[in-house]
């Protein structure tokens, strides 16, 4: 029988990182190491002061922490970027997402209002029904027969939920989401997270349907997790054992509980592929499912007359970026050589152990906004990578994502030779799967010509010398150039198409720089020049 992971949960914690650590450091005496612990709440406050002992290192956080969000407006200046610590142990996982745990646990999330059924917009903050899709597709990537995943997160209840055979939960209608509830009908979650903003609840198992009448599917555990530390004494830290539906036998999973109940969600809701369809506003504010509507998923709300289009910018912090080299938050173990302007280090996730970036070791948003001698830089390292790989029998793709990023990244992802005439044609697939309009730039053209500075875009060089432009918008795919390399005709390697699946340890981590360090010796610019100025 595959191993569990001990988890543990906990709702809004507002700020009360104190009580929240000492508790976890309290269960884990008594209860042994747990694997991870989930914040399926919001994790900052009005008042963050706690945090600056584990900032600063006297105060540890016990157990590695994932952190999803932002969902109030508020609290998105305290998020640092996906995937990133906030402190030592406490990682930001983003708005939405799966990811495996190292006990191959697999986790989905979708956090924040909905746009749609909120009837406004919360920069940074609210969803789209393309994002329901978007994790629901990501949960069956890869896999013939789907099965479920482990934990679906989410920060609205799904519509329907709050009632069982026994009890009801007065919860407000805002909170309540029939996209959610498409999401959870479609990924069928063994157990599903929610933040309450008072009592704790827990709902009767309910049997998931399937499209098949006949064929019988896992049961989902809900649960709402009370704020931590709250004054009534409602439960705000959940523990578990979760054995990964992967591993599970079929009886096992389908295994029936005498209290479970029926789905309590709209069966049709599984005939409905996409989710825009299923939500619609009625005149009282009440939301009801609108089957037989047009999908106007990507239709653009019109601006009221009293909107200001001006959004505040906040002022950039250099100490907050996680890839400016003279940062304190910057990992620099991943770093494997620095030049004058520049640098090349190991991304998190990697899709293969030599794949790289180059990164400006300034603070610059991207290559259309970077000074000269930093673009010139660029160039070299990627003319030294290009000599590295061909050593190795490799192509190599660049590509670059200005789109929901502070500090430029370039990716630099060796690919088998074999495939190098498929790539042009893989990328404008995945464009056309994604409705992205991608054009092939002409021969010799600079980024800086076709886009301005500022303005978001993905850029791609291929190693037939093309290369690809588009001009990001709203739903762009934040994954997109890892979806087109991780497919089965370049790297097959789907599993690896969002980095949070396949994050690597701390000695993995040290053991891929090491090796490129030591291969790239050859070809490594930087190690001539600091030779030649010693000398």
């Not at 999330?109 to 029904?129: A, D, N, V």
């Not at 309540?176 to 063994?190: G, V, Y």
């Not at 997270?193 to 198992?205: G, H, W």
């Not at 599993?495 to 340890?505: G, Y």
Request: aromatic share 10%; charged share 25%; proline share 7%.
């Amino acid at each position: 029988m595959a191993e569990k992971q001990k988890t543990l949960v906990c709702g809004d914690v507002n700020g009360n990182f104190n009580t929240l650590f000492s508790r976890v450091e309290s269960i884990a005496r008594k209860s042994g190491t747990f694997e991870v612990l989930l914040c399926v709440g919001n994790f900052f406050g009005a008042d963050n002061s706690q945090l600056d002992a584990y900032r600063i290192g006297t105060r540890k956080v016990p157990v590695t922490t994932y952190v999803f969000g932002p969902s109030c407006a508020e609290h998105v200046q305290y998020y640092c970027e996906e995937g990133a610590e906030i402190v030592p142990n406490v990682i930001y996982m983003g708005k939405r997402g799966i990811f495996t745990t190292s006990s191959e646990v697999k986790i989905a999330y979708l956090t924040g209002p909905s746009r749609r059924e909120l009837g406004k917009e919360i920069p940074m903050c609210t969803f789209e029904p393309s994002d329901c899709s978007a994790v629901r597709d990501a949960c069956f990537r890869g896999q013939s027969e789907f099965r479920g995943v482990d934990v679906l997160i989410t920060t609205l209840w799904p519509a329907g939920i709050q009632q069982d055979n026994l009890q009801k939960a007065d919860v407000e209608p805002e909170c309540l989401s029939d996209l959610i509830a498409w999401l959870s009908i479609h990924i069928k979650p063994r157990y599903h997270f929610v933040p309450s903003a008072d009592k704790y609840f827990e709902r009767q198992p309910y049997r998931n349907q399937s499209v098949h009448q006949d064929y019988k599917e896992g049961a989902t555990r809900f649960f709402a997790v009370a704020p931590v530390g709250n004054k009534n004494k409602e439960k705000w830290i959940y523990a578990c054992s979760l054995q990964p539906i992967t591993k599970m036998r079929m009886t096992d999973l389908l295994q029936s509980t005498t209290d479970e109940t029926p789905c309590p969600y709209d069966p049709d809701m599984l005939k409905q592929h996409q989710p825009g369809k299923v939500v619609k506003v009625s005149g009282n504010g009440q939301f009801f499912f609108n089957m037989d509507a047009a999908d106007d998923d990507n239709g653009k709300r019109k601006r009221k007359s009293g909107d200001n289009p001006e959004r505040k910018r906040k002022e950039f912090d250099p100490d907050t970026c996680w890839f400016c080299l003279s940062s304190p938050s910057v990992e620099k173990h991943l770093v494997i050589c620095v030049g004058t302007h520049c640098y090349l280090a190991l991304p998190k996730g990697p899709l293969t152990p030599y794949h790289v970036l180059i990164l400006p070791i300034a603070h610059h948003q991207s290559v259309t906004k970077a000074p000269d001698e930093v673009s010139k830089e660029i160039k070299r390292f990627k003319e030294a990578l290009k000599k590295f790989y061909t050593a190795m029998d490799k192509l190599v793709v660049f590509f670059e994502r200005n789109y929901r990023t502070s500090h430029m990244q370039i990716q630099c992802v060796p690919v088998p030779k074999v495939c190098g005439a498929q790539i042009l044609e893989v990328f404008q697939d995945e464009a056309g799967i994604n409705s992205i309009h991608m054009e092939v730039l002409p021969p010799f053209t600079e980024i800086m010509q076709v886009s301005l500075p500022g303005a978001p875009y993905f850029h791609a060089e291929l190693p037939s010398g093309d290369q690809l432009y588009a001009k990001t918008s709203k739903h762009f795919p934040i994954q997109f150039g890892r979806d087109v390399l991780s497919s089965p005709p370049i790297l097959n390697c789907e599993d690896k198409a969002d980095w949070r699946q396949c994050l690597l340890s701390r000695e993995e981590e040290d053991s891929h720089v090491a090796a490129f360090r030591q291969k790239f010796r050859p070809f490594d610019f930087t190690a001539e020049d600091s030779d030649s100025e010693s000398d």
